[in-house]
T-cell receptor
Framework: EPEVTQTPSHQVTQMGQEVILRCVPI?????FYWYRQILGQKVEFLVS????????KSEIFDDQFSVERPDGSNFTLKIRSTKLEDSAMYFC????????????FGPGTRLTVT | AQTVTQSQPEMSVQEAETVTLSCTYD???????LFWYKQPPSRQMILVIR??????QNATENRFSVNFQKAAKSFSLKISDSQLGDAAMYFC????????????FGQGTRLTINP
């Protein structure tokens, strides 16, 4: 069964460093998302991406964040200068299209900023 | 803005018994989707069940069923014949019917199954 994959599973970085989190969505899906979950808190939407551009973003997704689909398979989230409060689990998700109700989630990347 | 509230941070149930998890939401829209996602210790989010707001019939998936009360903006999940593998965090989520695709999640309910 096709699935969303994410790498790495755990990333440790120092405050101020840049990190890139990678996701491979399901191959025929057209909509891509990033969510984050700070430990013990609810899952929060960051950004959605369609047709090579951002379709929606939350207030969390400020200038320090960017997303890219550099090729036909990968979908990346970059944090330019990490802060301690960026420590969280980051989930990538994908869905088939605008009428598709189900978003398929990847296993997540745990980001620890020290 | 839409909000989702889960008022039970933790619930526990005896194996083989039935448990109901509560969820309320707030929206001004008439058409939308509601979901229950399961997050086991492995942390991956798994869709358990969905409900389209325009459908009056409550959704069911094997041992999982919902009680959707549109006027009350309530969407509870009932798990029958609870199994040890049901132990997880359960998140209620809302999505608009058209337009923005983002999921709005509740705070989650941690379900423990007692053998």
């Amino acid at each position: 069964e096709p699935e969303v994959t994410q790498t790495p599973s755990h990333q440790v970085t120092q405050m101020g460093q840049e990190v890139i989190l990678r996701c491979v969505p399901i191959s025929n899906h057209l909509y891509f998302y990033w969510y984050r979950q700070i430990l013990g808190q609810k899952v929060e939407f960051l950004v959605s991406f369609y047709n090579n551009e951002i379709s929606e973003k939350s207030e969390i997704f400020d200038d320090q964040f960017s997303v890219e689909r550099p090729d036909g398979s990968n979908f990346t989230l970059k944090i330019r200068s990490t802060k301690l409060e960026d420590s969280a689990m980051y989930f990538c998700a994908s869905s088939e299209g605008p009428l598709s109700y189900e978003q398929y989630f990847g296993p997540g990347t745990r980001l620890t900023v020290t | 803005a839409q909000t989702v509230t889960q008022s039970q941070p933790e619930m526990s149930v005896q194996e083989a018994e039935t448990v109901t998890l509560s969820c309320t939401y707030d929206t001004s829209e008439s058409d939308y989707y509601l979901f229950w996602y399961k997050q086991p210790p492995s942390r991956q989010m798994i869709l358990v069940i969905r409900q389209e707001a325009y459908k009056q019939q409550n959704a069911t998936e094997n041992r999982f069923s919902v009680n959707f009360q549109k006027a009350a903006k309530s969407f509870s999940l009932k798990i029958s014949d609870s199994q040890l593998g049901d132990a997880a965090m359960y998140f209620c989520a809302y999505r608009r019917f058209q337009g923005a695709q983002k999921l709005v999640f509740g705070q989650g309910t941690r379900l423990t199954i007692n053998p």
